[in-house]
């Protein structure tokens, strides 16, 4: 389809004065020099045998020499006219992509541009942003769409951003619809663009929508396109290159063009050729005239016939030295063409304007304004875009499921507050978590959709379609909406259900303080997309500046205690503002019970604190400039300021980065700096003797040496289970929304059903056939291409012979030399090179061979020759000590090296089958020609059968095969049988099909398709099954049954190792990786020593007082958090380990228990080292106690603690399908763990609903240990009036002044006591507590007991009757009588008084001395009565004469002495009273509390009434092995995850 032949003629002639400009753009002599690349932290290594250089190159395993400064380009010249279409070819690393950058002023900024780049003669400049409207360009990464976009969307966005702001709806309608019926997209129109997590479009067609995007840009009269053909078939190749080339011709714009291996049909189509030299030089610049690049490119004396076998892709690249480049550089700089080149140029800069004129001319064809569109217009069509972004993205309605989720955790986690001091202690708990949980999800949300959307920013602002600020600004503006939306959330239901202030005041205030979070949250998050080349260090950083927020923000510690040094980072920390304003907005002007008070005359009182003094003793606020309603208004605003003020530097950086986002980091090519493996590897033989047949040469003793591979009616199907049907996701739909995410969570690509059937009506099917009877012979020492239309089932049928299919239905024989398949011994018979090299990216070339040879040869064989012998098969030897490198970023090997060495990783091993998928795929003429090139000797030496997909081979490739199996659409045979010589028995097959005869030169792999694309398959596979090839075919096939069943079969022996020795190998293998992995070693280390020395600083030296000791928990508690950091360090490489491990798995090089095992024992080490780090640097900083015991239990402990959150982040990268979903799990888990440890809660105050999960919580038991570890056994002295605020009593004396705690401890107040209560205990009206504080007034003016025999359980009984019966409330003493001893009604028993006699009965006589507590109350007429006079009634007597009998009766129920008679009384209330500590005795004994009995409130520890002491027995058998337990669980499942659990596609 052309362009002339369809589309609306508006659209062509809008522009018609612009298009019949006439221009020529020229580059002379351009130049492009990278600078060098300098040493970096060591550079102060300078000396080469510098010991710390040494060990700098061993740690990571690389080389780290300076880079030297080069050239990427050398003095290229050319020039392309309008109507013209240049295409440019080169080797790998030529520069053709730098050139490309050059010509449309998108260089690096780092990289120095010499020469000139000219439009009509007038220079551009390095830079020029009208020029880049002019100039598009077209990178060949296809992963820079938004994923979620349809087609249509994509180039309606594109139309809109380049159109004239004045173009109607219809217009630019018409205009899409035009340039996707051009690009043959019209049927995927309403088609996802997709990405890896979302089916979309092909990859062809996804090709298309990139070119597309750039080609609708009317402003656009050159076009620099960049490899835009990789991965089309060679047809839709052909149809591309023709239409961009009419287009230019009848537009009369201008394109260059690279390509990787193009036919010659489709270099016929352009006007012009530039060839570049390996460095960078020009080779040609001319016409596409074989006879004159045959000049150029053949050495004299060569035969033109002989030398130009191939393609002129062949021709042009077949210099493969230096020398032969010089010679044909040399040849043509003195040629016409290079004379002509040069006089064009001339002429060029001879016809340009004046000086003065130019910069009017140039303004008559570059655009006059910055933009094509005004900034309103931009403003309406970004956030049209936006607003479907935001829709159609999973997350956005995760996030209110996670608002939810989390507002209701934390409501019901802090609902059994009371207003008491322990509930304002954990208020500000949750003031805390909600500042930090708010700010932690609005970043971890954040960073990930920012990465996605920050690559497509880039290409439209290198494009110049908008202004980067105005997106900004947009983006900022419609996520503020989620931002309330998520905020309200949280606080609507957790505010009212925690019980904190009522007020419409108090509750907007705290949701615009968290609405102001969710905003720095984000700007945060956007600041680290803007300055961050990658998302894990985006995430570190993330994570380690909210934890240094966290510690800094006022909570713990609090300000006034935090050093100096670092008391500063809480005026630039946002959650200091955040919690002192919500601090101030609860308790300023507020009060809350506070302690019981009980005075020497038994009084007791409930003393209240006052909210303000409350958050004096907090140092809040931090500094008082004005009155509190100011301070936390300003709080919140300064919130928003800080949003601000990191977005405006965000937007700069933003704007900055993109200059070197789509410039991958030059890295020089690491290399081993001491090899693993030893000498006698490299000093083995240098190959094997060809003519040996012993056991070096094979891979077992027996082994089978099959002369052919055979498959008869082999078919394949799936079942695909429902009718198909169109998702056209053009509105937000539940489907089109939440299917994304549902897809996500299964690990499966969500496919558009019409992207899997395109060009099907819509009808009922349950089952797709993808091969359908094939029949195929492959023979030994012969390569066989496997080729075949687009979705014909070429890698389904190599991966069904190969066995890798683990779904569907397969019917049909596979044999070897007529025997059956035995699964039992295939593996050891194959190897298999996917199309993706799927190699460990920390091994060097070496390493990774003898790995595979070690784990899958015998011991017997001679290995290192075998290995020495594939790398000279493979030309591998210069490249074996270099490290394999990830190939995104840029480093270790170039791409044909790295699929060389994947498949040497097969041959290794001895095949005798050997199955390539793609092997030449994203590689130059020249590259794609050396792997082939390694793939015939290979077959060729080892006398392989060899199966090779293949997608646009050149002629001079194709004809280095010796047998084709063709397949059609729908799994047939098209063809099966030999080339031929020149391909003469295949061409002589499809010209019979055909009835045309194709060319000499033209490409027989070529000719072949076209027949079959454009004839009907089904003709092609009958003429097929009637030639006379089918049916020799299947009489070879039926000859080599015949002679298997005439003789016994060969006994295929089946290698397998100890599993010891497998285990010693993957250990050192996982180990050396680890150890060279930065991001999972150096940031884990890094992380490990920058966080704890922060803490260090923090909670310096901490003292012996309940502070002390406060700070401690803190501290290990925020260490605890310090180790979740690096989690995400054993997320990323296990992921990407992982594809490596189902390879090799696969492939039978060891098994996945063992590869569990050896991952499980080479972590060990780096715990070890990073427990290390953090004790030296935290213990003594903070000042830990000192002791063997301790010292060794914080180890073990932190070392445990290491381990299991290490372990923990590698069971999620197991058991979810991709990154983003294992740090979302880890995220999630880390924010439950932090609210459910028992630090910001504890246990006794949590809900009983929730208990489970504190128990179920590893952390828990972590922080429970350390912290038991350092306070249990030690004392801590205690400042009450400084620890608890002053309190004020309920009632006030006669001087009207109030009554406050430090009163208790004055010399007229000796005897006083304080009782505090556990969490949620108030006393209060008759209950438990409130009779128990009367009952310890009571005895407190009773004085010392009497009585000299202790029954325990008969006191419970008195104190249960008493409390049940309420004897024990105001008026105190008249009740206590009433119960226990005299009844104003003589008619009724008192109620407990077979109880108190029980009691009284100790006594030696009990009556008599129950008497004398009457003396003074009767007659002393009557002194020798016993027991209570007759006499006596309530009544007639004072209150203060019922205390003073009361008191006198309860020194006969206590027992004789001070202590033993409190003790008695705690003794028997201690079931009934919830009581947490009573400290008794403060003046006498000191101001020193145990530290067990802070662990009391933690619910740590436990009290013995017995023996009226805490104790906390559990930090080894408990906490120990609880953690161990946990450790052995996910250890187990990660095992079972690692055998059971593939997250593959096949």
Same mark, same amino acid.
């Given at each position: 389809m052309s362009t002339e032949e369809e589309g609306p003629t508006e659209v062509g002639t809008a522009d018609v004065d612009v298009k019949e400009k006439e221009f020529v753009l020229s580059f002379e002599d351009i130049t492009v020099h990278v600078p060098s690349k300098s040493k970096g932290c060591l550079s102060c290594c300078s000396n080469k045998n510098s010991p710390l250089r040494h060990y700098g190159q061993e740690y990571f395993g690389m080389s780290v020499e300076q880079r030297d400064a080069f050239y990427t380009l050398d003095r290229v010249s050319g020039y392309v006219k309008s109507g013209e279409t240049l295409l440019v070819l080169g080797k790998s690393g030529s520069g053709k992509s730098t050139l490309l950058k050059s010509i449309c002023s998108r260089l690096n900024q780092t990289d120095q541009l010499y020469g000139s780049v000219s439009f009509n003669g007038i220079p551009i400049g390095k830079s020029n942003q009208s020029w880049r409207r002019m100039c598009s360009y077209v990178s060949a990464d296809d992963g820079t769409h938004s994923p979620v976009l349809t087609v249509g969307e994509t180039f309606t966005f594109a139309a809109q951003c380049t159109s004239d702001g004045h173009s109607t709806d219809k217009e630019i309608a018409d205009t899409v619809d035009f340039f996707l019926g051009a690009l043959g997209l019209s049927h995927v129109k309403d088609t996802v663009v997709g990405d890896e997590n979302l089916r979309g479009v092909s990859g062809g067609q996804k090709r298309r929508v990139t070119v597309g995007e750039m080609l609708i840009d009317p402003n656009s009269r050159v076009y620099c396109l960049d490899n835009i053909t990789d991965g089309l078939a060679s047809t839709d190749s052909f149809s591309l290159i023709q239409q961009i080339s009419a287009a230019c011709k009848k537009y009369r714009m201008a394109a260059v063009i690279t390509l990787l291996q193009p036919s010659d049909e489709i270099v016929q189509l352009f006007d012009k050729l530039l060839v570049l030299s390996s460095q960078g030089q020009t080779a040609y610049f001319g016409p596409v005239d074989r006879g004159i690049l045959q000049s150029v490119f053949l050495e004299e004396g060569v035969d033109a016939e002989k030398g130009d076998s191939g393609g002129i892709a062949d021709l042009v690249m077949s210099q493969t030295t230096s020398s032969m480049e010089d010679s044909a550089i040399s040849r043509f700089k003195t040629s016409p063409t290079n004379l002509n080149l040069t006089k064009e140029l001339n002429t060029i800069k001879a016809n340009a304007v004046s000086l003065n004129d130019r910069e009017s001319v140039l303004k008559q064809f570059l655009p006059a304004e910055k933009y094509s569109t005004s900034r309103l217009y931009q403003l309406r069509f970004i956030v049209s875009r936006r607003r479907k972004l935001i829709f159609r993205n999973s997350m956005t309605y995760a996030r209110s499921v996670i608002a939810i989720v989390f507002g209701v955790i934390v409501g019901s986690l802090f609902a059994a507050l009371q207003q008491d001091t322990i509930g304002a202690l954990g208020r500000s708990g949750y003031i805390f978590l909600s500042s930090f949980l708010v700010l932690m999800l609005s970043s971890a949300v954040t960073i990930p959709d920012g990465f996605r959307q920050r690559i497509t920013l880039f290409k439209h602002r290198d494009s110049e379609f908008?202004?980067?600020?105005? #997106?900004?600004?947009?983006?900022?503006?419609?996520?503020?909406?989620?931002?309330?939306?998520?905020?309200?959330?949280?606080?609507?239901?957790?505010?009212? &259900?925690?019980?904190?202030?009522? @007020?419409?005041?108090?509750?907007?205030?705290?949701?615009?303080?968290?609405?102001?979070?969710?905003?720095?949250?984000?700007?945060? #998050?956007?600041?680290?997309?803007?300055?961050?080349?990658?998302?894990?260090?985006?995430?570190?950083?993330?994570?380690?500046?909210?934890?240094?927020?966290?510690? +800094?923000?006022?909570?713990?510690?609090?300000?006034?205690?935090?050093?100096?040094?670092?008391?500063?980072?809480? &005026?630039?920390?946002?959650?200091?503002? #955040?919690?002192? @304003?919500?601090?101030?907005?609860?308790?300023?002007?507020?009060?809350?019970?506070?302690?019981?008070?009980?005075?020497?005359?038994?009084?007791?009182?409930?003393?209240?604190?006052?909210?303000?003094?409350?958050?004096?003793?907090?140092?809040?606020?931090?500094?008082? &400039?004005?009155?509190?309603?100011?301070?936390?208004?300003?709080?919140?605003?300064?919130?928003?300021?800080?949003?601000?003020?990191?977005?405006?530097?965000?937007?700069?950086?933003?704007?900055?980065?993109?200059?070197?986002?789509?410039?991958?980091?030059?890295?020089?090519?690491?290399?081993?700096?001491?090899?693993?493996?030893? *000498?006698?590897?490299?000093?083995?033989?240098?190959?094997?003797?060809?003519?040996?047949?012993?056991?070096?040469?094979?891979?077992?003793?027996?082994?089978?040496?099959?002369?052919?591979?055979?498959?008869?009616?082999?078919?394949?199907?799936?079942?695909?289970?429902?009718?198909?049907?169109?998702?056209?996701?053009?509105?937000?739909?539940?489907?089109?929304?939440?299917?994304?995410?549902?897809?996500?969570?299964?690990?499966?690509?969500?496919?558009?059903?019409?992207?899997?059937?395109? *060009?099907?009506? *819509?009808?009922?099917?349950?089952?797709?056939?993808?091969?359908?009877?094939?029949?195929?012979?492959?023979?030994? @020492?012969?390569?066989?291409?496997?080729?075949?239309?687009?979705?014909?089932?070429?890698?389904?049928?190599?991966?069904?012979?190969?066995?890798?299919?683990?779904?569907?239905?397969?019917?049909?024989?596979?044999?070897?030399?007529?025997?059956?398949?035995?699964?039992?011994? &295939?593996?050891?018979?194959?190897?298999?090179?996917?199309?993706?090299?799927?190699?460990?990216?920390?091994?060097? +070339?070496?390493?990774?061979?003898?790995?595979?040879?070690?784990?899958?040869?015998?011991?017997?064989?001679?290995k290192n020759a075998i290995i020495n012998s594939v790398i000279e098969l493979m030309d591998l030897s210069e490249y074996t000590d270099m490290i394999v490198g990830h190939e995104k970023e840029g480093e270790g090997l170039p791409k044909h090296a790295r699929k060389r060495l994947t498949i040497a990783n097969q041959l290794v091993v001895q095949p005798k089958v050997l199955f390539l998928d793609e092997p030449s795929s994203n590689l130059g003429v020249n590259d794609a020609a050396l792997v082939m090139g390694a793939v015939r000797r290979s077959t060729d030496a080892m006398k392989l059968i060899t199966l090779v997909t293949i997608h646009q081979p050149s002629k001079k490739m194709f004809e280095s095969f010796d047998d084709l199996l063709l397949l059609a659409k729908g799994g047939r045979v098209a063809y099966c049988g030999e080339l031929g010589p020149k391909s003469q028995t295949l061409i002589s097959h499809f010209t019979s099909l055909s009835g045309k005869m194709p060319s000499a030169s033209a490409n027989p792999a070529d000719f072949v398709l076209s027949v079959l694309d454009g004839g009907s398959p089904d003709e092609a596979v009958a003429k097929f099954k009637e030639s006379d090839i089918c049916k020799q075919l299947n009489s070879a096939i039926d000859a080599d049954v015949k002679e298997a069943n005439s003789q016994p079969r060969g006994i295929a022996t089946k290698h397998s190792l100890h599993f010891f020795t497998e285990f010693g190998l993957l250990f050192r293998r996982q180990f050396l990786v680890q150890w060279r992995n930065p991001s999972y070693s150096f940031l884990r280390f890094f992380v490990s020593a920058g966080a704890t020395f922060i803490l260090g600083l923090l909670f310096f030296d901490i003292k012996n007082n309940v502070q002390g000791a406060v700070f401690a928990i803190a501290a290990i508690f925020f260490m605890t958090f310090v180790l979740v950091i690096p989690m995400q360090a054993a997320v990323i490489p296990l992921i990407e380990d992982r594809a490596v491990l189902y390879r090799e798995a696969v492939s039978g090089t060891y098994s996945r228990f063992t590869y569990g095992l050896g991952q499980l024992f080479a972590d060990i080490p780096f715990h070890a080292l990073n427990t290390i780090i953090m004790y030296a640097i935290i213990y003594y900083l903070v000042g830990f106690r000192s002791g063997a015991e301790f010292v060794g239990y914080f180890i073990f402990m932190l070392f445990l603690a290491n381990w299991s959150v290490m372990s923990m982040g590698q069971l999620y990268a197991l058991v979810t399908p991709n990154e983003e979903t294992a740090n979302g799990l880890a995220g999630l888990s880390v924010i439950l763990s932090v609210c459910l440890m028992g630090f910001l809660i504890t246990s006794s105050a949590m809900p009983q609903g929730w208990l489970w999960a504190n128990s179920a919580n590893m952390f828990r038991y972590i922080l429970q240990g350390l912290v038991t570890n350092e306070l249990s056994g030690q004392n801590y002295n205690i400042d009450i009036g400084a620890l608890i605020p002053p309190v004020e009593n309920t009632t006030t004396t006669a001087d009207g002044s109030g009554r406050f705690l430090a009163h208790l401890f004055d010399d007229s107040n000796s005897n006083g006591k304080v009782i505090t209560f556990m969490p949620g205990t108030v006393p209060e009206g008759d209950n438990t507590a409130a009779q128990g504080a009367a009952l310890l007034g009571l005895v407190l003016h009773a004085g010392e007991g009497e009585n000299k025999v202790e029954s325990e359980q008969d006191m419970r009984d008195l104190l249960e009757c008493m409390v049940e019966n309420k004897c024990l409330v105001e008026p105190v003493p008249t009740n206590f009588l009433e119960c226990n001893v005299v009844s104003n009604d003589s008619q009724v028993s008192p109620v407990c008084f077979d109880q108190f006699s029980a009691v009284i009965a100790n006594l030696e006589d009990s009556e008599r001395h129950v008497g004398e507590c009457f003396i003074d109350m009767i007659d002393h007429a009557e002194p020798s009565f016993t027991g209570v006079p007759a006499s006596f009634k309530l009544n007639a007597y004072t209150e203060t004469e019922h205390r003073d009998i009361a008191s006198c009766l309860t020194r006969k129920l206590r027992i004789e002495g001070p202590d033993l008679g409190l003790n008695s009384i705690i003794k028997g209330f201690s079931e009934l009273w919830d009581i947490v500590m009573f400290i008794q005795e403060i003046i006498e004994k000191g101001i020193d509390i145990p530290g067990d009995a802070i662990l009391y409130y933690f619910g740590w520890s436990q009290f013995d009434a017995d023996k009226f002491e805490f104790s906390a027995p559990w930090k080894w058998n408990y906490c120990v092995i609880a953690v161990v337990v946990f450790l052995l669980a996910m250890e187990i499942i990660k095992l079972c995850a690692v055998n059971f659990i593939i997250w593959t596609k096949r």
């Open positions: 908008y202004s980067g600020r105005m #997106a900004y600004v947009v983006q900022v503006v419609m996520d503020l909406p989620l931002s309330i939306l998520e905020a309200t959330l949280i606080a609507t239901i957790s505010y009212w &259900w925690v019980g904190m202030t009522p @007020g419409a005041d108090h509750f907007f205030f705290f949701l615009g303080t968290l609405i102001g979070l969710e905003c720095v949250g984000q700007a945060f #998050a956007r600041f680290l997309c803007a300055v961050s080349r990658t998302q894990v260090s985006a995430n570190v950083a993330s994570s380690l500046c909210i934890l240094l927020f966290a510690t +800094v923000g006022g909570f713990m510690p609090a300000y006034s205690t935090i050093t100096w040094v670092l008391r500063w980072l809480s &005026w630039v920390t946002p959650v200091a503002y #955040a919690f002192e @304003g919500m601090m101030i907005n609860q308790f300023d002007g507020t009060t809350f019970f506070g302690l019981v008070l009980v005075d020497k005359n038994g009084t007791s009182t409930v003393g209240n604190v006052d909210g303000t003094k409350y958050l004096s003793s907090q140092s809040l606020p931090r500094s008082q &400039w004005g009155t509190n309603t100011q301070v936390k208004i300003f709080d919140c605003l300064m919130l928003f300021v800080f949003a601000m003020a990191l977005d405006v530097v965000a937007m700069k950086y933003q704007e900055s980065s993109r200059d070197w986002y789509f410039n991958k980091i030059r890295r020089s090519r690491a290399t081993v700096a001491h090899s693993t493996e030893g *000498e006698e590897v490299k000093s083995g033989d240098a190959k094997l003797d060809e003519n040996d047949t012993e056991a070096q040469a094979k891979s077992g003793e027996g082994s089978m040496e099959p002369e052919s591979l055979a498959v008869s009616n082999l078919s394949y199907a799936v079942n695909i289970g429902k009718t198909k049907s169109c998702w056209k996701p053009r509105r937000a739909t539940w489907g089109s929304l939440l299917g994304p995410a549902l897809a996500k969570i299964a690990g499966k690509k969500l496919q558009s059903s019409l992207a899997r059937a395109e *060009e099907e009506e *819509e009808k009922p099917v349950t089952e797709l056939t993808l091969l359908n009877e094939v029949t195929a012979r492959f023979k030994c @020492g012969r390569m066989t291409a496997l080729m075949g239309q687009s979705g014909a089932g070429k890698t389904t049928l190599l991966d069904v012979i190969a066995g890798y299919k683990t779904g569907g239905v397969i019917t049909g024989d596979i044999m070897i030399d007529g025997y059956a398949k035995e699964d039992a011994t &295939w593996k050891a018979m194959n190897g298999y090179a996917e199309q993706q090299d799927i190699l460990n990216p920390y091994m060097s +070339v070496l390493e990774t061979i003898k790995f595979t040879a070690d784990c899958r040869l015998p011991s017997h064989v001679d």
